[in-house]
């Protein structure tokens, strides 16, 4: 098994839309749960993170995490073409050593 | 004012020629990285500095060497490359090991070797 499986898509919705990506680990060290945007030709960037299970909200986005599960999932309400890129789920354990998923390529259509 | 930037952004080689990637943060981060992303877009770590110190060294070939001069700078030479090495290379900086330490990205290097 895997350490992180992510779908790779790609996710294609209309404008408006709300996108749902998902992520599954096996690691029970990890203690950190990220979300990284990356456009084409370009390196991630970090969007959100949590440490904790439950919700967290940020503008247009929901980062949720289910630790019993061992599952995290990031919600993008009232999607735009601007959100077209890689979503790339990332664990951090202790240390600095980050764990990405291989990433959801996402196409908002106007 | 790039906060952290890589040269060269695209490298074309030969097999079994020696190259180097260079990277520079002007974030003021202790720490540095370089991940290594493939053709399916597994980004996954290769290296990472802590105040010039090789803290992380995955299981990455020994034709791989990583070199920090300080703490701004982290390069790393590839020698004799192979065909495999094709791939995207980023480098990384944060400030430090704890919590959730955000790394920030460079734009990355692609490399082709022929």
């Known amino acids: 098994q895997k350490e992180v499986e992510q779908d790779p898509g790609p996710l294609s919705v209309p404008e408006g839309a709300i996108v749902s990506l998902n992520c599954t680990y096996s690691?029970?060290?990890?203690?950190?749960f990220m979300w990284y945007r990356q456009y084409s030709r370009k390196g991630p960037e970090l969007l959100m993170y949590?440490?904790?299970?439950g919700n967290k909200e940020d503008g247009r986005f929901t980062a949720q995490v289910d630790k019993s599960s061992k599952y995290i999932s990031l919600f993008i309400r009232d999607s735009q073409p601007s959100d077209s890129a890689t979503y790339l789920c990332?664990?951090?354990?202790?240390?600095?050593?980050?764990?990405f998923g291989g990433g959801t390529r996402v196409l908002v259509k106007p | 004012d790039t906060a952290v930037s890589q040269t060269p952004k695209y490298l074309v080689t030969q097999m079994g020629n020696d190259k180097s990637i260079k990277c520079e943060q002007n974030?003021?981060?202790?720490?540095m990285y370089w991940y290594k992303q493939d053709s399916k877009k597994f980004l996954k770590i290769m290296f990472s500095?802590?105040?010039?110190?090789?803290?992380i060294n995955e299981t990455v070939p020994n034709r791989f060497s990583p070199k920090s001069p300080d703490k701004a700078h982290l390069n790393l030479h590839i020698n004799s490359l192979e065909l495999g090495d094709s791939a995207v290379y980023f480098c990384a900086s944060s400030l430090g090991l704890a919590g959730v330490d955000t790394q920030y990205f460079g734009p990355g290097t692609r490399l082709t070797v022929l």
């Open positions: 500095y802590n105040n010039k110190e090789l803290i």
């Open positions: 949590t440490y904790s299970s």
């Open positions: 974030l003021g981060h202790d720490t």
């Open positions: 990332a664990f951090k354990a202790a240390g600095n050593k980050l764990t």
């Open positions: 690691n029970s060290a990890f203690q950190y």
